[in-house]
C-alpha cells in the first residue's frame, strides 16, 4: 500500500472508491464525525483529494488544512466547486475529465432540445393521463425547421452539440470571449445581440464567477416570446429567478433545464409550467461515460502519485507546477 493518503469529500461512484482503494488509505470526509479531530491528526497524511459538483466546495480553507496535499481530482469536466486559482497558487494540481464525456453530453443536449421544442414529456403524460382517448390528437408543437441556434461556449461539448445541431440542419452562431479560427459559425461578441437573432439559445460554458448571470435577464428578453433556452452548463450561468419570471409571463418561449442554481432543489415555480422540460443534471449520466470519467480520476491521482504527473491536468494549474 503506498503512503500516499488520499481524502473523499464525498460518495463517489464504486469504480473510483475500489479502484483508489486497491492502491491507497482512502478517508471518506462524509463519513467522519469529528472532522477537526481528522484534520489535525491527518494534517500531513494527506496527499490527494477526490470530489466534484455536488459534493461541496474544495476551497482553499479545505485544501490549506493539508500541507502535502499535491492533487485534487474533480469527477466532471467542470471545476466549479474547486477553487483551481488558489490551488494554482499553492502548488496544488487539480485534474478534471475533459473529452470522455463530450459525445454523451452533446447527444443529451440535442435530446433535450428536441423535446423541448417538440414537447416530448407533454406528450407522453397526455397519452398517459387519457387524454388522447378524450379530448383527440396532441396539439401542434413548434419546429426545428427554419430555426437559428446560438451556442454560448463553443469549446469541446459546444462543438460537438454543433456538430450534430448542423446535421439536422439549424443555422448555427455563438458567443465566447475570443473567437474561433476557421469556423463557419457566426460569432457573436456581444451575447444579446446573439440573443436578439436567434430562436434557441444553447448554453455550455463553464460555471464559477466568470460567468455567473451571464444569461441575464436582458439576454432572455432578448431572445424572447418565441425563444427557447437549453441550458446543459451550470445553472449559475442563468439568472434563475428572472428566468422563471419570464417563463410565467410568457416574455420567454420555452425552457429545456439539465442543470439549476441550487442541486438538487429546483423552482417549485417550474414543476407547474408546460413550456419546460426539467432534467436531474443527467448530461453525462449513462453507465459507459461515467466508467470512463471515473476512470479518469483514478488514472490521474495514479499517475500524479508514481511522479509521472497529471493526465488532465486544468488551465489554473498547468503542469509541472511548482510549490
Ligand atoms: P471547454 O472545452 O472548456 O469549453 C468552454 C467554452 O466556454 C469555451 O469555448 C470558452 O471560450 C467558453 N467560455 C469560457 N468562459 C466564458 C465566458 N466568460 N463567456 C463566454 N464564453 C466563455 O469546456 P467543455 O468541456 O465544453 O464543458 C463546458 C461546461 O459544460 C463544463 O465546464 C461544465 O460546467 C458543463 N458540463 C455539464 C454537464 C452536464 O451534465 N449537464 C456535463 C459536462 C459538462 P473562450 O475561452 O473563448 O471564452
Ligand atoms: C457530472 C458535469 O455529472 O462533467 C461535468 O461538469 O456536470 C457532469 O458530467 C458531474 O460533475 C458529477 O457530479
Excluded: C
Amino acid at each position: 500500500m503506498s503512503d500516499f493518503e488520499i481524502l473523499m469529500t464525498g460518495p463517489v461512484m464504486a469504480l473510483i472508491r475500489e479502484g483508489l482503494e486497491a492502491r491507497f488509505t482512502v478517508h471518506k470526509l462524509h463519513e467522519i464525525a469529528d472532522k477537526e479531530a481528522f484534520f489535525d491528526s491527518h494534517r500531513d497524511r494527506i496527499r490527494g483529494m477526490v470530489g466534484g459538483s455536488g459534493h461541496g466546495k474544495i476551497d482553499g480553507a479545505l485544501m490549506q488544512r493539508f500541507p502535502n496535499l499535491g492533487i485534487v481530482g474533480n469527477f466532471g469536466v467542470g471545476y466549479d466547486s474547486v477553487d483551481a486559482a488558489w490551488a494554482g497558487q499553492n502548488g496544488i494540481v487539480v485534474t478534471n475529465t475533459p473529452d470522455v464525456l463530450t459525445d454523451e453530453v452533446a447527444d443529451l443536449a440535442l435530446g433535450l432540445l428536441i423535446a423541448t421544442i417538440r414537447r416530448l414529456p407533454q406528450a407522453d403524460r397526455y397519452l398517459r393521463d387519457g387524454r388522447w382517448v378524450k379530448e383527440g390528437p396532441f396539439p401542434l408543437t413548434a419546429s426545428l425547421r427554419e430555426k437559428k441556434m446560438g451556442i454560448l461556449g463553443l469549446g469541446r461539448i459546444g462543438s460537438a452539440i454543433a456538430q450534430r445541431a448542423a446535421a439536422f440542419g439549424l443555422n448555427l452562431s455563438y458567443h465566447s470571449r475570443n473567437p474561433k479560427a476557421d469556423i463557419p459559425y457566426r460569432y457573436y461578441g456581444d451575447l444579446v445581440e446573439m440573443a436578439r437573432d436567434v430562436d434557441i439559445l444553447m448554453v455550455i460554458a463553464p460555471g464559477g464567477p466568470g460567468t455567473k448571470g451571464i444569461v441575464s435577464r436582458a439576454v432572455m428578453e432578448a431572445l424572447g416570446p418565441a425563444g427557447t433556452l437549453v441550458n446543459v452548463a451550470r445553472g449559475t450561468l442563468v439568472d434563475e429567478p428572472a428566468m422563471v419570471e419570464l417563463l410565467a409571463s410568457g416574455k420567454l418561449g420555452a425552457a429545456g433545464l439539465d442543470v439549476f442554481e441550487n442541486e438538487p432543489h429546483v423552482p417549485e415555480a417550474l414543476f407547474g409550467m408546460e413550456n419546460v422540460v426539467l432534467l436531474p443534471h443527467v448530461g453525462s449520466g449513462s453507465h459507459y461515460t461515467r466508467n470512463k470519467m471515473g476512470q479518469l480520476v483514478v488514472d490521474n491521482i495514479i499517475s500524479f502519485s508514481e511522479g509521472k504527473g497529471p493526465l488532465t491536468p486544468v488551465a489554473e494549474t498547468p503542469w509541472p507546477i511548482g510549490r
